[in-house]
């Protein structure tokens, strides 16, 4: 994945300054709870969502399991289309196969569509290292660009910005990228968006090739899919004359026909809408109408080592809408940086450790980045029980035995031994209910939870004391 | 029927007063009460933390310790969702591994027979009204076990509003977790704490005395907070709210 | 091994053990919508609306005026007009037509005022506009480019209830483009903000016989 995280830390950590930032705190809470309430609107105007939503979930489960036999024949529909078909298994391929066909075309400038795949595998510092200018269009995409910042949320990469941080943004930073802000500018909405629009429309409007990602990849008709609400994604997709779009090989499904399962969830999920604005799909080229050369990079990148995984492969069902993020109670007050990927959030926190492993101290740390209160599997428009695949992680990290965990290990045997011999675990409770009043309420080495938390007052007896001596309450005592 | 209460470790060390709460609201409605003595915890803390296998051995005991009942019933969401929906996946799990069908098997017995408390008293016993009286103005805080992995539904919420006296007042946010987690209350403690003093506000706004829950591992953490800031509202678990009566009030 | 042989064995070696999944089942509805057109007419009207696009009714009789009357009020002066466009449609408008040519760069589209086509089909249920690229539709970025853009729906033939019942009318092999309201974006604290790179203006007319 992106260069950009290498070295991040672990996620309480992250969290923690997070936790303290109240602008931060402010903007999340703000765009959240805006959009969660939104969705459950949506969502409840169809009365078979939860069917919609099976068969998504089927959809998906239905491909992977015959992943090889739809990825050959995606590659021949693509191919009799009039597309050109390359495959990329991991990051450093990718990147080489995409700098190879810009540097082919002579450009040296690139427009984007919103891209995740993109972004995992770091291309636009691979093109720049190759002296290729990539211009991200999308707006969210456009203020992480100028702000020299990192994205934070899967459908709108900016959360973490209000609108007076933007237009900061947008003064101090169109200029040196190319068309200034508009003098004066304010920091309502629509100004925003109507200075990103003059600001990108040279790029359009001069572009000879783009990139872009899909949502969705037709295998039966080599169909590709970008839903989108700017207009920066038609822009990129049928102005340039060579379109070169990096997917994940998760993102094919079998039929045409499967797509109107998506077309009605991924919208209400992600933004809460009927219909997202803007939805393009292409089939290879079209005489005279778009781009004349097509090129389709399909992407492994970790993909298949999550496949192998009979129970954390249906992360891979993941449709990017984004609805456990802005339900999440942990990524409202961590923030996405704190999950140190492009996939924040509780779909984050079971992809990126299946993607890159679960060796690095951020990785090892975000299965544990949730309190497994189920809230992203109750919205997940694929039913992917993101808690379940948490504690599967959790025990693969614990299994590794890392830094605390060996020590962690020896302590939940210890417990388990005890509540195996009930009288050891007995003794233990008189014992500690006996030395209550020497209790602190704050003990020296527990200040995880004291940091803000009182521990409570252990009682005169536990309650199997409570039982034996008053026979359950029958006898008078 | 027999019917045998589960009390779960974290009320038997802690909270005592919630196991004897439950003993005597069943036995005021009627119902004989065992409390096999070999019980001791679900095992819920380790296998959440990711320690599965260390988890089994418990599995084994609730199986052996809860065989001859009728019922199983405990004054905790998180420990009946444990049961429920984890035992199922630890047999299916210990089998695809080789091991056999034996915690597969316990699994299937046990799951139909344990209840959370709120349900035992409404779909078991079939009551709303047991009784009771609280004079004071109360919150409910669902917990995210009870409201999204057993679907309690309005189940707690009915059966307060048949407590004389009581008055319900809407928690903001209810849904919302409240950050304990278990162990991510102290891997994660910023953002655990962070979460349930968010909690606590909301819970404050209502204006009422008792913040109630059905699962006092949540209320360990909230109650510590309410303890921290010196707040004038208490945590209370239903069951000693729906014990409550004009004779022996609760609070 | 190259790289296609050594993700597809890849794939192959990760799901070999994996049970057959259970069967897809469409028991979804085809249509959330009661079966009149009125009804389905009316739905569209709305949603169209909700999402800021400008929706207008009129027949044959009157579509030329109103499309005039659009055009004008906009201040348009040109227009660009798709192969196959009714010629009645701009039968009463002053504006200077533009004709969709291959050749044309994007900067020529960019100093056309308006663009008027028809529409592949329209889904009533989301308020959504599908061009096929055909007939009266032109190529896809001549609704792009312009700022203004005045789609005319046929009523009854091109409106559908929902989603499903569009996919089994569309062409996969030709390019689609789902068109629901003006550009729209929601970057901004996750808050709807209509006109950004597309049209910010989308009348739509719904034209009945």
Known sequence: MSGTFVGMPAFPKAAREAVRDTTLRGNLRHATHTIRDKRAKAVAELADWQRLREAGSRIKDMTLRHLDDYLVQLEESVTAAGGTVHWAADAEEANRIVTGLVKATGETEVVKVKSMATQEIGLNEALAAEGIHAYETDLAELIVQLGDDRPSHILVPAIHRNRGEIRDIFREKMASWGRPAPEGLTDIPADLADAARLHLREKFLRAKVAISGANFMVAETGTLVVFESEGNGRMCLTLPETLISVVGIEKTVPTWQDLEVFLQTLPRSSTAERMNPYTSMWTGTADGDGPRAFHLVLLDNGRTDALADDIGRQALRCIRCSACLNVCPVYERAGGHAYGSVYPGPIGAILSPQLRGTTSEIDASLPYASSLCGACYEVCPVAIDIPEVLVHLRERVAGQGGPGHRLEKAAMKAATWAMDHPAAMAAGERLASRTRALHPKRPPGATAWTGSRDLPELPEEPFRDWWRRTGGGKNRT | MRVALFVTCVNDAVYPATGIATVKLLERLGVDVDFPAGQTCCGQPQFNTGYRHETEPLVRRMGRVFADYDHVVTPSGSCVAMIRDNYPRIGHRAAAEGRGDELGRVAQSLVPRVYELTEFLVDVLGVTDVGAYFPHTVTYHPSCHGLRLLGLGDRPRRLLEAVKGLELRELPGAEECCGFGGTFAVKNPDVSAAMGIDKVRNAAATGAEVLCGADNSCLLHIGGILHRQDAPLRALHIAEILLSTEAEPQL | ?209
């Not at chain 3, 009129?58 to 660009?80: I, K, M």
């Not at chain 3, 020529?108 to 009266?136: K, P, Q």
């Not at chain 3, 901004?188 to 903000?193: K, P, Q």
């Open chain 3, 1 to 209: 091994m190259n790289a296609r042989d050594r993700i597809l064995a890849r794939v192959r070696a990760a799901v070999e053990d994996a049970p057959e999944p259970p069967a897809v089942v469409r028991d979804y509805l085809v249509s959330h919508t009661p079966d009149d057109p009125a009804v389905v007419l009316d739905l569209l009207h709305e949603n169209l609306a909700d999402y800021r696009a400008r929706v207008h009714r009129t027949d044959t009789a009157g579509v030329g005026a109103l499309v005039s009357a659009l055009l004008g009020a906009r201040g348009a002066t040109s227009v660009l007009v798709p192969e196959g466009l009714p010629p009645e449609w701009l039968a009463e408008t002053g504006c200077v037509r533009v004709e969709d040519r291959p050749e044309s760069t994007a900067a020529e589209l960019d100093a056309v005022d308006s663009v008027v086509t028809g529409c592949a089909l329209a889904i009533a249920e989301t308020g959504t506009l599908v061009l096929d690229a055909g007939t009266a539709q032109g190529r896809r970025r001549i609704t792009l480019v312009p700022d203004h853009h005045i789609c005319v729906v046929r009523v009854p033939d091109q409106v559908v209830a929902s989603v499903p019942q569009a996919m089994v009318r569309l062409d996969p092999g030709r390019p689609l483009t789902w068109i629901s309201g003006p550009s729209a974006t929601s970057d901004i604290e996750l808050d709807r903000v209509e006109g950004v790179h597309g049209p910010r203006t989308l009348d739509v007319i719904l034209l009945s016989p």
